[in-house]
């Protein structure tokens, strides 16, 4: 569905970042005395995704003359991944970070315990009540939710700084935290992970053997209440075959993904099947 609103802050980010990219280049090469610019050849393309300027010259005192040079600036943007735990969103990032360039993963921090497989610095930032609570106070947090008796965030600076690279950042969230990133980033893409039916995630769940059955079922009855809000979401993946998920993912990303927009009445029929099969 065509939203203006969101085509303007899109337009608005890239002009934002186009302005840092020129900064940049002005601190590599030096100040320059001189820009001289060909208004019958700056071109201004692909808005949704970078603005292309062409054929400009920079005149520096001492340094030569930059002739025909092309500015290519990548418009970053924030894509939320959200999901129950065992709907495979952590999968889904890894072979989306595999086969694409310019993506970025936001490692977020957390309080809970670090498990045996996991890495400080590569999968979370594992930090204690006291120093999360603190992030949280100075405003350092993007998003935050307490899951499970642990918090869980995104760290503000390490996402605006990816932005400004141009890169697309990644989030793996849960649907508190990604009510507060549409908050404050309205033009963010936001996806929602679902298993193929409630008994796949329980399988899967059982699976994994990192949980006891009792964590197991408080993370079930959690999941069915964490399902209900795939209506807040721009898109829905049923992770059914993983291949096929990871395709459609990388399709959104790539600014397609029509068949998996939550507005298409077709794909809502079928979540609301799959929810009442619960």
């Not at 600076?157 to 990604?178: M, T």
Request: charged content about 30%.
């Amino acid at each position: 569905m065509y939203d203006p609103i969101r085509k303007l802050n899109k337009v608005n980010l890239v002009l934002q970042q186009s302005l840092a990219a020129a900064h940049r280049v002005r601190d590599l090469i030096g100040e320059p005395n001189e820009i001289v610019e060909r208004p019958d050849a700056l071109a201004v393309t692909g808005v949704e995704h970078s603005i292309e300027f062409g054929s400009v010259s920079f005149g520096y005192t001492g340094q030569g003359v930059l002739h025909e040079v092309d500015l290519t600036i990548a418009a970053g943007e924030v894509v939320a991944l959200v999901g129950p735990s065992g709907a495979g969103k952590t999968t889904l990032v890894k072979y989306l970070l595999q086969r694409k360039s310019g993506l970025e993963f936001s490692i977020s921090y957390t309080t809970r315990d670090k498990r045996n497989t996991e890495v400080d610095g590569r999968d979370y930032y594992f930090v204690d009540e006291a120093s999360f609570l603190k992030l949280k106070e100075d405003g350092e947090l993007l998003e935050s939710a307490l899951v499970f008796g642990n918090h869980y965030g995104t760290g503000r600076r390490q996402v605006e700084q990816q932005l400004e690279n141009g890169k697309h950042v990644i989030l793996e969230i849960d649907w508190q935290g990604a009510r507060q990133v549409r908050a404050s980033m309205p033009d963010c893409v936001s996806i929602f992970i679902l298993p193929p039916s409630p008994k796949e995630l329980e399988r899967r769940l059982r699976y994994r053997r990192t949980d006891s059955d009792w964590v197991i079922a408080r993370r079930l009855d959690a999941a069915r209440d964490d399902m209900t809000h795939w209506d807040e979401f721009d898109y829905v993946i049923i992770n059914d075959d993983l291949q096929q998920a990871v395709r459609e993912l990388e399709a959104i990303v790539e600014g397609g993904g029509a068949a998996n927009s939550t507005a298409d009445p077709a794909l809502r029929q079928k979540l609301e099947q799959l929810l009442e099969s619960g």
